[in-house]
């Protein structure tokens, strides 16, 4: 499911190029020791991750492949702790279900084939957080118990050093509400909580010590100063209402999250083991909801630790149906099926937009018209479309009757077509459709970055943000002059050519001297300033 079709599509600006970038100028630099983007410190990020992508690189290269496979093998790790943990914990076939209902929702299956930083980070936490559980789960057995406190301890100091100190918020919180339900801090003993403290701190504070002995508390500072940025502010425009998170969850994690209604509101005949993990994976997903709602930054993937407990809600609905202590009324495959039905008519009516596109932007002018310049010279791109990728569509709507008819005699046998079909749609939809999208978001400015590729010019950005420019220009490090800046670029005495790429939106560089436009497509505009136009 994971490693094919991973180098189909360019990185996507900003998070995956990000990431690449970073692990790019590290094979580039020899320095594995600092994060960089564009060869100077990057604050955001320790380095764990990017350390997956380095490797990866060094072995298949410096591409769009080599960039996501870590994630694609984090994801087979993933789905087959899923399935141990749901066998110890229940039975094997409680762990299928888990399995299934992850990997057969869309967002869950998707982020296996990006380049992201959060499947790593997610798995470490919901380790880290499962061992804790596990030592207050575990009655008999002291050394087995510290040894579960040592796990969790390495596993969350490898959420912080993969992504931060947030990996601490979540699973300090979790952890804190856990304690208040159980009613009792005794369930840890002192020595488990030192065994587990230190494990933490250790791995946590290796590679942040070893920078700090060499660079002081600066690196310190910037680091903890973006940290409190990002809750407090909406960093770079991604902002959304409280709600925004719940939305995300509800569609994307479809057709799981369509089963964790049911999770609730009676009370099963569990065992305290079952119980017990349940209400972790509940307090998993209320902490992570909440603290994300609140935060002001709203990006998807910030919510994306709720997979887990998503999936393992899901499943538990289908093993109790599997078992027949749950009996679902008939409204929930209509549920089910309106749902299903959005995503399959978007899939069916895209790809038929696409092709009559000038149409369809002609009625959608009729009704609001689309004032956003930069969004419909995106849409100019020369994307072909055949018409027969509805057909992934069709098909989706085919799996969703099948479900609807199924579920009336055997809900079990329905919700596995349903979640298999998913499967077969989204490996159609990142073969065939993904592709096609990504030609209009930023296929033609990459091509140019790639263009430019071993030339002795300058190419930067200028008026968005944007790491794409970087990674497929393949810039070099070094031979920089010291007056380096933008400012230099647009005004001073260059020593070679500097190409800028702009949104067609922004016409600041008109206005400067020596500055000309040379081409703009599909949203895009470029720039060329050369040595020669020095007065």
Avoid at 105 to 117: A, D, N, Q, T, V
Avoid at 410 to 415: C, I, M, T, Y
Wanted: some cysteine; aromatic content about 18%.
């Amino acid at each position: 499911m994971f490693i094919p079709y991973l180098g189909i599509t360019h990185l996507f600006d900003w998070d995956e190029v990000n990431f690449a970038e970073s692990a790019r100028e590290m094979l580039m630099t020899g320095n594995y020791l600092k994060v960089q983007i564009n060869y100077q410190t990057f604050w955001e990020k320790p380095p764990f991750f990017i350390w997956m992508e380095a490797i990866s690189m060094s072995i298949f290269g410096v591409n769009e492949f080599a960039a996501r496979l870590p994630n694609a093998l984090i994801g087979i790790i993933t789905l087959v702790v899923l399935f141990n943990i749901g066998k110890k914990v229940f039975d094997p076939v409680f762990g299928i279900f888990w399995v299934m209902a992850y990997a057969g929702s869309f967002l869950p299956h998707f982020y296996f084939k990006s380049g992201i930083i959060d499947p790593y980070f997610n798995l470490f936490i919901f380790l880290g957080i499962y061992f804790v559980w596990k030592v207050s789960a575990f009655q008999k057995g002291g050394s087995v118990r510290k040894k579960f406190a040592m796990l969790a301890g390495v596993f969350l100091g490898l959420a912080v050093l993969t992504k931060g100190p947030v990996a601490l918020i979540i699973s300090g919180l979790t952890i804190l509400i856990y304690i208040f339900v159980r009613r009792s801090i005794k369930i840890f003993s002192w020595k488990e909580v030192f065994i587990f403290s230190v494990s933490l701190f250790l791995i946590a504070s290796s590679w942040f010590l070893v920078i700090f002995i060499i660079d002081g508390p600066f690196f310190m500072t910037e680091f903890i100063d973006y940290q409190i940025r990002l809750f407090k502010t909406k960093d770079a425009g991604h902002g959304g209402p409280f709600f925004y998170h719940f939305l995300v969850l509800l569609f994307g994690c479809f057709p799981a999250s369509m089963y964790v209604v049911k999770a609730f509101g009676k009370k099963y005949s569990d065992t305290p083991q079952n119980k017990q993990l349940k209400s972790v994976m509940v307090i998993c997903l209320l902490v992570v909801l909440i603290l994300f709602s609140v935060v002001e930054t709203k990006i998807v993937h910030y919510s994306s630790f709720c997979y887990f407990p998503i999936t393992f809600l899901a499943a538990y609905t289908l093993h109790k149906i599997y078992r027949h202590k749950i009996f679902m009324a008939s409204f929930f495959r209509v549920v089910v099926l309106s749902f299903g039905c959005f995503f399959a008519f978007i899939l069916t009516a895209l790809p038929l937009c696409m092709i009559n596109l000038k149409a369809v932007l002609k009625w959608i002018a009729s009704i609001a018209p689309i004032k956003d310049d930069f969004v419909l010279a995106n849409l100019e791109a020369n994307v072909n479309w055949s018409g027969l990728e509805s057909m992934i569509g069709v098909f989706y709507f085919i799996v969703l009757i099948i479900f609807f008819l199924i579920a009336k005699k055997d809900l079990v046998k329905a919700s596995i077509a349903l979640f298999f079909g998913t499967m077969v749609t989204l490996q159609c939809v990142l073969y065939f459709i993904v592709p096609k999208v990504e030609g209009y978001i930023q296929a033609s400015v990459i091509d140019f970055y790639q263009s430019q590729k071993g030339k002795n010019v300058y190419v930067e950005v200028y008026g968005f943000k944007s790491y794409a420019h970087l990674f497929y220009f393949d810039k070099k490090p070094g031979n920089r002059p010291e007056s380096f800046n933008e400012e230099w670029l647009l005004r001073g005495k260059i020593d070679k050519p500097v190409y800028f790429v702009t949104k067609i939106t922004n016409h600041d560089l008109d206005q400067i001297a020596g500055i000309k436009l040379i081409n703009s497509k599909n949203g895009f505009s470029v720039y060329l300033r050369m040595p020669l136009s020095e007065p």
